[in-house]
């Protein structure tokens, strides 16, 4: 409990005493109606200074007004003991939205917990603890077991296990060795870690989850939109509403002090808390429970509209399959496997394909850029460079169609590239990508949860795409797409779809565009590009494609309890309102219908948190 929460339950015990003290203790007389009002000054003055600060404002219709004026008149008609106890029960109400409050942020405010206070870092066999802004990419540092990894990097010395708990979600210790990336944010759990970095600390995953989360707010929903106007027009005129049965009636029958005592019973309950507190609460809770699960949201109307989804549009590489292309088979036709390896990395060696980084892996020795002239990159093709004064083409069949040199099919399933040399074929390369142990769960999970439309798009050849699609359980694919073919299709889902907002999952460079125009961009956050994330609405922290469907259920579950949280506030609010004008209903009838009201739905708001965590 914060200082401010503590204070306020020492005014409400306070209060309460007093009241107690009023009622069982003092006659009825003047030392009792200052004993009342003290006791009203106690928990009510803020609520009283918050109102004629916005009076000064011109702004009358909010909470602290129709309090202030509900509590005022019920002391003006003789009601003291209902008049403090209202300004009681709405300050008790207010304080245990707080508390409720600050449990929903525990998961997200433990994310801040992530940043890293310093870096060991290793300069010329000395180290010493700098602040992690001050490393350099390319440094060398020291991660010693039980502190947090500054920066990402590559292990160059040394093997533990991390927790990644705090990055992923999940629970399972990570083992990692010489050679293995490890990720800022991350614990080192038991060994000495040599790392060298490959970012600066403002581009590691660290500072971008903690970007992500301070403006995971920043976009409302519609569902708090709509409440905030529902506030804007609502307050006045109840306001209005109730001058009329204040006035109106006791006109002709002469009875002002029961129709005012009415007015101030429909007052009381006409605050909107219930719903202005709740509803972005629910949105908090859920945002924060998906956290847990490896998800950072970046806004509540995302929330909203990922319980929408009908349509749902996935890259394959990196986001349905690991991206870790290797080498599968060397097909040479004159020239011997270790050549044509070695041709095709030359042509390749400036490319940051995934593609052509497997390739010159799998040469294993040191290549020799100054042999590598005038290298050229056809999108979507592949690239040539002159190698020894050779004219290289290194890519698919689009490539050796346009040099006119004919390939040779090949029967193994995976990306093929083709070589050819001053127009003379020379063989070709397969390199293959494994599918995440995740994917087919992932789309028939979808299917059950009710998205109709699942889609696959690729760059890569149509064999390749067609075996993944069938592995996986997707019937509708799309292959040897260029970036902005998968702009057009996409741009063409989206117009055929009526039933629900498009979601986009990739995490390259490419895709960047397509997540920024489906309604919904999901990034693969691990391993995804700096723009993919950027681009997105929606980030997969560990890259588990079956995040998507917890983030359909998180979201389809936080959307009921809005739902639910509206449609209650509203029923109880009328049914009260209406009890009271007609004179059955009294001010601690009021009470229960505003603050006791508003604590059910903040309790139920607080749900959508707990709900998200279970399967």
């Known amino acids: 409990m914060e200082k401010e929460q503590k204070l306020m339950a020492l005014r409400i015990a306070f209060c309460v005493l007093l009241l107690i003290a009023a009622h069982l203790f003092i006659e009825p007389g003047a030392v009792r109606l200052y004993v009342y009002i003290l006791a009203y000054v106690a928990v009510g003055a803020d609520v009283v200074l918050h109102a004629l600060k916005n009076a000064l404002r011109l702004d009358f219709f909010d909470e602290y007004f129709l309090m202030t004026i509900a509590t005022i008149g019920a002391f003006c008609i003789g009601e003291y003991p209902e008049g403090v106890a209202v300004m009681l029960f709405y300050q008790v109400g207010e304080m245990l939205s707080d508390i409720a409050v600050d449990r929903s942020k525990e998961s997200i405010t433990a994310l801040m917990d992530i940043r890293p206070d310093y870096a060991n870092l290793d300069a010329d066999g000395a180290v010493r603890k700098v602040a992690p802004a001050e490393v350099a990419a390319g440094s060398i540092i020291v991660v010693k077991p039980g502190e947090r990894v500054p920066i990402d990097g590559v292990v160059i010395d040394g093997c533990s296990t991390l927790d990644t708990s705090a990055l992923t979600g999940e629970s399972v210790p990570r083992e990692v060795a010489?050679?293995?990336?490890?990720?800022?944010?991350?614990?080192?759990?038991?060994?000495?870690?040599?790392?060298?970095?490959?970012?600066?600390?403002?581009?590691?995953?660290?500072?971008?989850?903690?970007?992500?989360?301070?403006?995971?707010?920043?976009?409302?929903?519609?569902?708090?939109?709509?409440?905030?106007?529902?506030?804007?027009?609502?307050?006045?005129?109840?306001?209005?509403?109730?001058?009329?049965?204040?006035?109106?009636?006791?006109?002709f029958s002469g009875q002002w002090s029961e129709w005012i005592y009415r007015a101030l019973v429909f007052l009381v309950v006409s605050c909107p808390c219930a719903l202005v507190v709740s509803v972005p609460l629910t949105f908090f809770a859920g945002i924060g429970g998906a956290s847990r699960r490896g998800l950072v949201i970046k806004g509540s109307e995302y929330v909203e509209l990922l319980a929408k989804v009908r349509t749902l549009v996935f890259d394959k590489t990196g986001t349905l399959t690991k991206g870790d292309f290797t080498v599968t088979a060397v097909h040479p036709e004159i020239i011997s496997p270790d050549e044509l390896l070695e041709l095709a990395a030359l042509a390749e060696i400036y490319s940051d394909h995934p593609v052509s980084a497997s390739i010159r892996t799998a040469v294993r020795k040191d290549l020799d850029?100054?042999?590598?002239?005038?290298?050229?990159?056809?999108?979507?093709?592949?690239?040539?460079?002159?190698?020894?004064?050779?004219?290289?083409?290194?890519?698919?069949?689009?490539?050796?169609?346009?040099?006119?040199?004919?390939?040779?099919?090949?029967?193994?399933?995976?990306?093929?590239?083709?070589?050819?040399?001053?127009?003379?074929?020379?063989?070709?390369?397969?390199?293959?990508?494994?599918?995440?142990?995740?994917?087919?769960?992932?789309?028939?999970?979808?299917?059950?949860?009710?998205?109709?439309?699942?889609?696959?798009?690729?760059?890569?050849?149509?064999?390749?795409?067609?075996?993944?699609?069938?592995?996986?359980?997707?019937?509708?694919y799309y292959a040897e797409l260029l970036p902005v073919d998968k702009v057009n299709i996409l741009q063409q889902l989206m117009a055929k779809t009526e039933a629900g907002p498009t979601a986009f999952a990739g995490d390259g460079i490419n895709d960047a565009p397509a997540l920024k125009l489906a309604d919904i961009g999901i990034a693969m956050g691990a391993a995804g590009s700096d723009a993919a994330i950027e681009a997105a609405d929606i980030v997969l922290m560990n890259d588990n494609p079956e995040n998507i469907a917890d983030g359909i259920k998180i979201s389809r579950k936080t959307m009921a309890i809005v739902k639910q949280n509206i449609t209650l506030a509203i029923a109880i609010k009328i049914i009260i309102m209406l009890l009271g004008t007609i004179g059955i209903a009294n001010l601690w009838l009021a009470v229960f219908a505003d603050v006791g009201v508003t604590l059910l739905a903040v309790i139920n708001a607080v749900r959508a948190g707990y709900n998200s965590l279970k399967k």
């Open 178 to 251: 010489e050679g293995e990336t490890v990720l800022s944010g991350s614990i080192n759990l038991t060994g000495l870690l040599r790392v060298k970095t490959s970012s600066t600390y403002g581009e590691s995953t660290v500072s971008k989850i903690l970007d992500l989360m301070q403006n995971a707010e920043s976009g409302k929903a519609k569902s708090e939109k709509f409440i905030t106007r529902f506030a804007r027009y609502y307050t006045p005129i109840v306001v209005f509403l109730a001058v009329f049965i204040a006035v109106l009636p006791p006109i």
């Open 369 to 476: 850029k100054e042999i590598v002239k005038n290298a050229r990159n056809y999108a979507g093709e592949g690239v040539s460079a002159e190698i020894d004064g050779r004219n290289v083409f290194a890519g698919n069949e689009k490539l050796m169609q346009r040099v006119n040199v004919p390939w040779h099919q090949c029967h193994k399933s995976g990306t093929i590239v083709h070589i050819a040399v001053d127009g003379k074929y020379m063989g070709h390369i397969v390199v293959s990508d494994s599918i995440k142990k995740q994917s087919a769960t992932t789309v028939k999970r979808l299917k059950d949860y009710g998205v109709s439309k699942i889609v696959m798009l690729t760059g890569d050849h149509k064999n390749v795409a067609a075996e993944v699609a069938k592995t996986v359980g997707i019937e509708e």
